[in-house]
């Protein structure tokens, strides 16, 4: 009920007859008065231009100092993209001729192993013919020995056959050169 009470004398006031300085009633808030409304514009222009200097010049510049601010983030971002993509397409370059030279590398080294396999086999060849030649003069070279000793070995023999044969002791400086007239023979 308290409620009621407030809300019907806020009701009566605002519906009662608005009354004037001069006490004279029959003002209300829809009647248009000229000394009104000029306190209304003065009032309203001397706010503004206080807020002109005070308030407006202030906000402007702190809006030019944050459109310099956002320009400059915008022209920083559109160079740090052009250098992005500077620094992109040099990494591509300087990977194809890191790729390029890579495969040139694996290239020459298989062509210096090849070349390589080529000198060994030839050095392997040429050194298996020199075993194969020194082989042949070493069975040569033994071969002659070993004709040699068996000529000696035939001529002692043929001496000794010789001497049972005769019945006679020859001396040993006559045996060389029967043994060496054999052998010759032989």
Known sequence: ?????????????????????????????????????????????IAAAILYKVAWKPILRALDARESKIRKSVEDAEK??????????????????????????????????????????????EEAARAVQNAKREIEAAAVVARESLRRESADLAISIASKLMDENVDSARNRELAARLAGQI
């Open 80 to 125: 740090a993209r052009k250098d992005a993509a500077e620094t992109e397409a040099r990494c591509r370059a300087m990977l194809a001729d890191a790729q390029k030279q890579a495969s040139q590398t694996v290239e020459n080294g298989r062509a210096t192993a090849e070349e390589l396999a080529r000198t060994i086999e030839s050095r392997a060849r």
């Open 1 to 45: 009920m308290a409620e009621e009470i407030q809300v019907t004398s806020v009701i009566e006031v605002a519906s009662a007859p608005a009354t004037t300085q001069s006490g004279h009633g029959g003002g209300d808030y829809t009647s248009f008065s000229v000394p009104m409304m000029a306190m209304t514009w003065v009032t309203f222009l």
